[in-house]
């Protein structure tokens, strides 16, 4: 990972989006923070209709038709915002025990919440009954507090030192 990162470094693409740094950058990461605040406060709201503590007055599939896609276009800016941010920083986020482990919980959480808001449409019936069950509240529980640690995550990518040796970003390459 150290020679892709050190490669992309040296692109055009990489160099411009550096040379624009004093607006690039901060702008791209106030957008990101934007994207993942879009994202917390929709899966809180639909974390909230699940264990049935707000939004009963509305059908579960009330609520995921009104919050779904707000998660789903902040997970693609979210993409994009994070795509640029690599591109033009390549060795802070690629050689980052952080940012890596950050990466596995988006897969993770992302494929959770995608199979509840892709599938629920297709068998809301199915989904109204697993809503009772306390499996499924957790598993709402488990994807909110994933989404918490990415944000710590995403972080501490800033801090990655705090790792030690599991960070290959503070081994010399």
Known sequence: MNSFAQWLTKTSLSHTFRVQESWLVPGVQSIHIIGIAVIMGSL?????RVLGWAG??????????????????????????????????????????????????VAIGTTLAGIFLIG???????????????????????????????????????YDHIWGSWSPATQEY
């Open 120 to 158: 629920f449409p297709k068998h809301e019936q199915r989904w109204e009954a697993l809503v009772k069950s306390r499996t499924f509240k957790s598993m709402v529980i488990v994807t909110f507090v994933l989404f918490l640690c990415i944000i710590v995550l995403g972080r501490l990518i800033a």
């Open 56 to 105: 009963t007055d509305q059908t579960l599939r009330q609520t995921t038709d009104r919050f779904g896609p707000w998660v789903m276009w902040a997970l693609a800016l979210q993409l994009v915002t994070g795509i640029v941010m690599i591109i033009t920083e390549p060795a802070r986020e690629l050689v980052n025990f952080s940012f890596w482990t950050k990466m596995v919980f």
């Open 44 to 48: 809180l709201m639909i974390a909230l």
